[in-house]
């Protein structure tokens, strides 16, 4: 009967799904040395290519070997770079707004929700969890872009809390790590979102006396490594216990990860050769247009004139004895004239480049109904249509966008959990029922929007405090001054014995249909 750990080991061997996360509180350098290999190898398959292709680096079309550089050049103009416009419209639409955990404080202690009496006194009413507030203090609001920007562009991103005694004011600090020099190793690929250790290269080898320097973490401490161009790797301080419980990092993926735990970016394979066929048809267009789509005109029989000697006024002769032809300069501005009554004059149609930009057209629609993107961001082609139509339109982008929000915003859950956890609050860190909260970007109609939430609360008798945060733009600070204002409008009712003319009259504010009273200017 074998023991657990020879289980595991010939698990490790036998099944390639199981990674050798190794013992945790323990560097094994021999560990550290696999992960490096697996983060080139993940570069040079995959990483660098994504990264190339989104910088417009692709693949030229194809030209015969033999070119001129007229069309060197129409290779590199017919670059058509969809990539930076699949990474960064879901990026541009994906903001979190708020966390809600349902309790405020550190240690599970209540803070008392915003009332009206800050309001009054001139403060600020409003009242975030300890991890959002953190959030807010790493800017957060901005720096969450690059997170979901990596994780489409490689499939995945990582983001890490640092609780170091060193950070200034013992800030927590939420850092986001380079996908292309990070790597983890997970227990379980598939199901979990928090890997067991953690290799990121913070700067590569120049020489000898300047090795790379690399972090590693596992469930227990934060390692600082050495390591020079041969891969050697070195421990250069002890160990730093970083007290959380498990890695303090965050895997974000691009969607839910396949059965295998694999998650594949939007530069992918299949994105790549839409991308060179978007690049090859534009390449077709712009031969044809600069070769072919203009007519030729011709003339046969027309008196040639030869090249005459300026000094004798003898014809020059080539080199088989024939004396050369002056050549014939044809422009839009000259006329060509004959004596010859036998010349001839004619014309060669231009090429129709009308199916040269069909198939242009037809490349690009391909390339946004694989991506599942909304054609006229691509296209541009759309015009005078309605907020319903045109939400219409994106009903199959908003799909995938909220596939994308769901694995993100488990993610960021994970996280606050983490950062709570970091900072001591042991309900945050325990809030399996916190969820964040995504700003309203969608095309519908703010007028349709407001009726129907309006419909719902008179309809339905859904409470109509509860609808305030379904109002497009709406933050997490809106809806706390709203509380705080609302509260405000409660008390002066209550103070004016419920005369809404009184409480209008101290606010400076008509009521509709309210007769002015003699004490009202």
Known sequence: MPTMDEFVADRILDDPLVTDTGI????????????????????????????????????LPYAPQDTTDQIRDLQQRSITNWMPLLVGLPVQVSYVDGYRRGAYGLGGEETPAPSAKDLKAGKDPKRFSPEYACWQRNRMDSRQSTLYKASLMYGQSFAHVNNLPTNRRGDVKIEVLATRHTV??????????RPKIVLTIKSYPRDDENPGLAILWDDVNRYELNFTDKQEFTQKNDPIPHGLDGCPVVRYTNGAPDDEGRALGIINQTMIALQNRVNQTAFSTNVTLDFGAFKVRTAAGLQLMYKVDPVTGEPLLDAAGNPIPEPIRVSQAKMLISENPDTKFDQLDETPVAGYLAAEDQATKNLAAVAQFPLHALMGNVSNLSAEALNALETQFMRQLQSLQTSWGESHEELFRLVAEALGDTAGANAFGGEVRWRDMSSKAFAATMDGLGKAADMLDVPKRGLWAMIPGMSSGDLQDLEALHELEVDDAIFNQNDPQSAAAREQRPVKGATPSANTA
């Not at 080139?40 to 990483?47: G, K, Q, S, T, V």
């Not at 983890?184 to 979102?193: K, S």
Request: charged letters at 20%; glycine letters at 6%; aromatic letters at 14%.
């Open 184 to 193: 983890a190793f997970f227990e379980d690929p598939i199901n979990d979102i």
């Open 24 to 59: 945790p509180g323990t560097l094994d350098l021999k560990l550290v040395g696999s992960m490096y290999a697996t983060l080139i190898a993940d570069r040079a398959n995959h990483f660098d290519e994504s990264l190339a292709y989104y910088l417009g680096d692709q693949l």
